[in-house]
């Protein structure tokens, strides 16, 4: 009766981090979307979501930006318990970066905030929000590799691929699209859309490996 009845509370705990990493990039993306329509001067073709957190009501994409870094975070944690460890410290990493961005908004891009017309001399907290954005993108590209090998390790060959593609997509998008500027805009959405596409297949792959709470139904 006792073995039926036992609850292991550290393996609950991991799961309801990963959780998350199951919610953070439709909720991101969500609420980025619906704020970029309704947002006036947005241009998917030429702007990032990052920009929407200009103007007036930038502070609902800086909150956006920030719960999903704090979602992020957690999801990192959680990766770490269930003995993924690199991975987990880069989507951690990741998620700190985010809301490290949320604190310094970007510089102005032409066409938004509405009325402006060209680039603008970069700040020091749009220089701080390209840096922190380099560093999560980066972190959340090697998380993606790490993971690849860690499938790789358990004999998951095609969940290795998916991640190790992942990583690959993530690193180039950023890369390419800060080397192009403002043509480069493609290049970032790649990144944001693949990486947390990756996160989300990532944290449920790892869901399934954490056994379950409840000892009798393992």
Do not use: K
């Not at 970029?36 to 947005?42: E, P």
């Not at 998620?95 to 970007?106: E, V």
């Not at 969940?159 to 990583?167: D, E, F, K, L």
Request: glycine share 16%.
């Amino acid at each position: 009766m006792a073995q039926e009845t036992e609850f292991d509370t550290a393996a609950a705990v991991t799961r309801s981090m990963l959780g998350w990493g199951v919610v953070a990039g439709p909720f991101y993306l969500v609420v980025g979307l619906v704020l970029a329509l309704t947002r006036d001067g947005f241009d998917f073709s030429r702007h990032p979501l990052s920009v929407l957190m200009l103007g007036d009501l930038g502070w609902m994409q800086v909150t956006n930006l920030a719960l999903s870094g704090l979602m992020v975070l957690v999801a990192g944690v959680g990766m770490a318990r269930a003995h993924a460890r690199g991975t987990g410290i880069g989507v951690g990493v990741y998620g700190a970066a985010m809301i490290a961005s949320a604190i310094f908004p970007p510089d102005p891009m032409p066409g938004f905030p509405p009325g402006q017309d060209g680039a603008t001399t970069p700040s020091m907290s749009g220089v701080l929000h390209l840096a922190f954005g380099a560093i999560g993108f980066v972190s959340l590209g090697v998380a993606a590799l790490l993971l690849g090998r860690w499938f790789a390790r358990r004999g998951e060959g095609r969940a290795a691929v998916w991640s190790r593609a992942a990583g690959v997509v993530v690193l180039v998008g950023f890369v390419g699209g800060v080397a192009l500027g403002p043509a480069g805009v493609a290049g970032l959405w790649l990144a944001v859309v693949a990486g947390f596409a990756w996160l989300l297949l990532a944290s449920v792959s790892m869901y399934m490996t954490v056994p379950h709470p409840v000892v009798a139904r393992r």
